[in-house]
Structure formats: structure tokens, C-alpha cells
């Protein structure tokens, strides 16, 4: 059995990130002192109730919000003393995301879609590469469709591509099959591990969905502005199996 690959992924370092919302003269405190270590590699699940602050969470790790108080900090680099074109860099370089609602350019096609980060960042070779995700994702016959052609869960698969086509060391997926049927869901789902998997990277996923979230190695909830360890059944399943330990590497 081969050793398995160094993960490629992000450390990621919170300490006591609070973050509030107003909303016609009302205080949303969505985040309360949330402090959480994830290691390089490995991947998360997110859950909690509609409104309890996940995606408000991602949007904090993902640079694109900024926490009231506290500090995020993404492979040592606190995020919270960058400027806006520094965090743009570490999200071009680092972190791909998925978003609730795909943000899919309607006007570009797939290929294009999938393309754009990569050509943004200067990369020659970006359709290429996006065409080989787009394979990989088992939409090679869709490329040159604009998203209006597309289902939601072909959709999906599009802004997933785009997420990793950069091989992000963290991938950030905010209920990346909550519009999708079950069997199209389990193919996202599939997809989602196996990039993980195979790109060593960092997953950080928000989910309504339990089965999705046991597969993570630890899921925590979200509620009343507070993160707390949920048992997961892969992790349960790990120290479940100590005779593990003793396979040969
Ligand atoms: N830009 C905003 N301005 C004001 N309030 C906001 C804003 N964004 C989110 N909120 C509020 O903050 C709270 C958390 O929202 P968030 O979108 O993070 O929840 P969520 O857990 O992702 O919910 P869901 O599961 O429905 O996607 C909600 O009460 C929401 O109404
Ligand atoms: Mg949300």
C-alpha cells in the first residue's frame, strides 16, 4: 500500500470571530467568540438551522466579509490585516468556493465559466485545463452550453469545476446539493470527496444534509452564534476501528 499524498490543503485558524448583521435598525448577531482549528486536508461539515450564520461563515473565511471582532486566520496569513487586492489574491491562488446559489456568468459559456478564474489570474493554458475539469465532471459534452441551458444539478457540477480548476487548498461548498434530486445529489457528493481526495484539500462544507455531513471527518454546529463538535459517524467509525492503526502502510 502506497503512502498516502501530503495533503496540499489550508490550515485554517479562528480565535473568537464575532460578526453581526443590520437589518432595518436591527442587530443580527450571527457569530458569538467562535474560535475553531481545521487541519491541512482535512473537511468539515457545517450544519445548523436556516438562518443560524453559515453562510455568513463561509463569506468571513473567504475573505469577502469582515468579522466585527477576533481573528481568521487562513495558513498562518490573518486575514484581517490584509487589504481588499491581497484578499483577492489569496482567493485567485487558494480558496475556490461553491456558492448556495452558483453565480454562474449567465452570459459565458460553461467552458468560459470554468475558465475565467484561470484566465484572470494570467494562466495560458485555461481552456485546456477548464475543459479537463469540465470532463471530470462528466459535463465534456456540455461545454459550450451558457447556463440557462443547463439543469441545476449540471449547473452545480459547472460551478464546482470553477471552484477547483485553480486546485484551491481550500474549498469552501455552501449546501452544494441542496437543489438537487437524490441521485444527482450523490453524484455531486461523489465528486465533491473524490476532488477533495485527490487535490488534498481542504473542505469546509455547509450541508442540511446529515448523510453528507457524517462523511466529513468532524461536523460542527452552528446555533445562537455558537460552534459546537456534532458527533460524526466517519470519525466515530475511525476511533471505533483502533485495529485500523495497525494496517501496514
Ligand atoms: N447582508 C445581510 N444583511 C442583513 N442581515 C443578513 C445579511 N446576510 C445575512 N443576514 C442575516 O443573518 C442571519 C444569518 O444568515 P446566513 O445567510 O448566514 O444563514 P444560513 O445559516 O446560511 O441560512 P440558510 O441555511 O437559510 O442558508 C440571518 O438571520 C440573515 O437574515
Ligand atoms: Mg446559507
Redesign the pocket.
Known sequence: MSAPPTPAGATLALDGVSM????EGRR?D?LRGVSLRVEAGSSIAVV????????????LLAGLERPAAGRIAVDGLDLGTQNADTLADLRRDRIGIVF?SFHLLPSLTALDNVALPLQMAGVRDALPRARAVLERVGLAERADHHPARLSGGEQQRVAIARAVVHRPRLLLA??PT?NLDDSTGECVRELLFGLQRDQGMTLVL?T?DPAFAARCDRVLR?HDGRLSEAPSETAAARTATPADAALPA
Open positions: 453581526h448583521h443590520e437589518a443580527i450571527v445548523g438551522p436556516s438562518g443560524s450564520g453559515k453562510t455568513s461563515l463561509l463569506l448556495q455552501d449546501e441542496g455547509v442540511h452552528l
